[in-house]
């Protein structure tokens, strides 16, 4: 079941609290932290997606849809410890 906004705060105040106390022995604080921050950008992408397919599949949002994927491609990259292959997509 999906947190509340509130409850969401609330477990990623306490990763924080646990990451800078080294208390993150199991690495949960660690993955949850990890996977908000992706979620804001897959949150965006899906923004994107949508704006695309509701314009008619506008040239100017086909190209934020492209900007969208390319920087979760970097995020996503960037979190694995990879170098940025740049694809030219946006």
Not at 21 to 26: A, P, V
Not at 67 to 75: P, S
């Amino acid at each position: 079941m999906k947190p509340s906004a509130e409850e969401l705060q609330i477990a990623l105040a306490e990763a924080g609290r646990m990451r800078e106390r080294g208390n993150d022995t199991s690495h949960l604080a660690k993955a949850l932290l990890s996977l908000n921050y992706r979620q804001q950008y897959y949150a965006a992408l899906l923004q994107a997606v949508e704006r695309y397919f509701q314009s008619g599949q506008a040239e100017r949002e086909h190209t934020l849809l492209l900007k969208a994927i390319e920087q979760l491609r970097y995020i996503d990259e960037r979190s694995a410890g990879r170098e940025h292959q740049d694809l030219g997509l946006g």
